[in-house]
């Protein structure tokens, strides 16, 4: 497990050193357009008969389980480092856009995506029951910026649009996690479970995660409050973190709503109020470092992921469209929700100009979707879904992720202005 661990972290090192000498591209995809690149040449060499690299980059991609890498370690640091830098002043102010996206959003794209992949894998012949539509829905519904958040930063976004696109995607792994745990319950169980048992389950996973992460959090401040050195600050962050995970899995609450809320209270009063400023500056620093190392990490293994996925062509064009189905939902979602809470809202309206377009565009989708994914039960169902789903994702991340950039300084220039929502 060391040599698998050393190895990868090694590839990664690689890739990353060459897209800052060469491709320079923001680091999250540049890291994974590397990945994709070496597996393209290994599948180039297999082709000319010498399938040494291809094989040995599978052989350590399947000892690797990306499900639960992801869920069990990348998820919780990530969200928890996300969280650790918002302020949550300007998250109360720009509440409203945040948790309409973040929850009515993202069960409206889980139902518009299921609807559309339905006819869409009638198309192509192949036969899959709606609830594994939905189970699609849910699993893709979730928007993954971390790629897109620097961009937006150097090119110039209004502070409401990134306040809105960090807090979007702090809490929306969460309520997707918690939607497709329900429809892979009714899955499981094979009958629709009623109105009070899935209210149960939201109330158990939702609002357990918040209420477990406001006490998690608040216990760690007080351990914070009563030590004066940067080591044991940065010690007691690294156990709530993959302490909290692990107590959230045992509970059967949503770890990541968990790492948000208690980010969020470390992150305000635990550095206002609990840390002197060489532990502020450690822990800070700890979290950005660690949250760099994971998304590389992350991104490699996405782009390698691509040798031990059998796929056609019929898989990319059907892939293709339901990247177009995401993109429609995500619109729908986005248009009427943004334009309705602009007319509800008294008093100034915190949304910027152009809000639309860039959340519509920059709605990423990354490895939680891939994660998910990779949860469903055996059989031929989850094979195509699991192939579906990252052609999604890396058309997603390269496409949307290499242009939202151009079309952020295209709607805000150099010296944006804070403007209202116009579109």
């Known amino acids: 497990m060391l040599n698998l661990a050393a190895a990868f972290i ?29 597996s393209l040449l290994a599948y180039g060499l297999s082709a000319l008969g010498y399938p040494i690299l291809e094989l040995e980059i599978q052989k350590m991609i399947r000892r690797i389980d990306f499900s639960e890498v992801l869920m069990t370690w990348f998820l919780p640091s990530l969200l928890f480092a996300g969280a650790l830098h918002v302020n949550l002043d300007d998250l109360r102010s720009y509440k409203w856009p945040i948790t309409f996206l973040a929850t009515v959003g993202v ?46 930063k150097s090119s110039g976004a209004p ?21 497709f745990s329900i429809l892979l319950g009714v899955l499981m169980i094979g009958r629709a479970p009623t109105i009070g048992e899935v209210s149960v389950l939201f109330i158990k996973e939702a609002v357990g995660g918040i209420a477990f992460g406001l006490l998690l959090g608040y216990v760690v401040y007080l351990l914070l409050s009563e030590v004066d050195e940067f080591q044991p600050s940065v010690m007691l962050t690294l156990a709530l973190v993959f302490g909290g995970a692990s107590l959230a899995a045992k509970l059967h609450v949503s770890a990541p709503i968990v790492m948000v809320v208690a980010g969020l209270i470390i992150g305000n009063h635990g550095r206002r109020h609990a840390m002197s400023e060489e532990s502020r500056r450690y822990v800070d620093g700890f979290w950005i470092l660690i949250d760099e190392i994971l998304n590389a990490l992350l991104f490699a293994l996405i782009g390698l992921e691509l040798l031990v996925l059998p796929f056609t062509w019929m898989h990319v064009a059907a892939a293709l469209l339901l990247g177009g189905a995401v993109l429609v939902a995500r619109i729908l979602t986005v248009g009427p929700g943004i334009v309705l809470i602009r007319k509800l809202k008294p008093g100034p309206n915190p949304v910027a100009q152009g809000t639309v377009r860039i959340l519509s565009w920059g709605g990423l989708r990354g490895g939680v979707s891939v994660a998910l994914a990779l949860a469903l039960p055996l059989g031929p169902e989850r094979d195509l879904l699991l192939t579906l789903t ?31 929502e116009t579109h």
């Open 390 to 420: 990252y052609i999604v994702v890396l058309v997603s991340i390269l496409v949307q992720g290499l242009t939202i950039g151009p079309l952020v300084r295209s709607l805000y220039g150099s010296n944006p202005a804070e403007t209202e």
């Open 10 to 38: 090694a590839l990664t090192t690689l890739f990353t050193y060459l897209n800052y000498r060469l491709i320079r591209l923001p680091p999250a995809i540049g890291v994974m357009v590397g990945a994709l690149l070496l």
């Open 159 to 179: 502070k409401p649009l990134q306040t809105t696109i960090v807090g979007e995607s702090l809490f929306n792994d969460g309520t997707a996690v918690v939607t």
């Open 107 to 152: 069960l409206i794209a889980t139902f518009v995506v299921a609807g559309l992949a339905h006819y869409t894998f009638a198309l192509f012949g192949w036969q899959v029951s709606f609830i594994y539509c939905l189970l699609f829905g849910a699993l893709i519904s979730p928007t993954d910026p971390i790629a897109v958040m620097g961009i937006l």
